[in-house]
């Protein structure tokens, strides 16, 4: 990818990837992005045994970081530096323990620095949960012409992303 391009398409792959490098929480949860594309992203997740709650099943809170993570890509595939302001979810089912969940996040409607988020997760065909994603943005580009963050080059300029 030309890291100059200036389509939709690259940028949103060049945001992903620029969160990504910095995103420990999703990276040791052991989430892969399956795609990602203007305005949608697509995460999985794996359920392992330390994700379990005391039902053996899909701890709650699991579900909504892979959910929230999700809408986080989704939501910042424009470039520019986004975060949630509220977040809801409806559980349906719940995960299990050995289950591969997939969220999909969508891009409702965006208007002035507001935008809104659908994420559905799935176990195969069946839906595990739905999640509504309010966003606000705050700040301009977190990425440039280089696709560095500039968000994690600290203080002293180290460059965090790129070690």
Not at 44 to 54: C, I
Not at 106 to 117: D, K, L, M, W
Request: one cysteine or more.
């Amino acid at each position: 990818m030309n890291r100059e391009d200036p389509s939709p398409e690259a940028t949103a792959r060049r945001a992903a990837d620029t969160m990504w490098a910095a995103d420990r929480a999703s990276q040791d949860l052991g989430m892969e992005i399956v795609e990602v594309g203007p305005g949608c992203a697509t995460l999985s997740m794996r359920v392992g045994e330390a994700m379990t709650n005391g039902h053996a099943t899909a701890h709650g809170g699991y579900i909504f970081t892979l959910a929230d993570s999700a809408f986080a890509f989704a939501c910042n595939s424009h470039g520019l530096t986004t975060v949630a302001a509220h977040c809801s979810i409806t559980y349906i089912r719940p995960g299990r323990l050995g289950e591969t969940l997939v969220a999909e996040a969508r891009e409702v409607t965006r208007f002035g620095r507001s935008g809104i988020y659908d994420v559905t997760i799935r176990a195969g065909a069946e839906i595990v949960a739905e999640f509504r994603g309010h966003s606000r943005t705050v700040g301009g580009s977190f990425i440039d012409k280089t696709g560095i963050d500039k968000t994690v080059i600290d203080k002293t300029g180290i460059d965090k992303a790129g070690a």
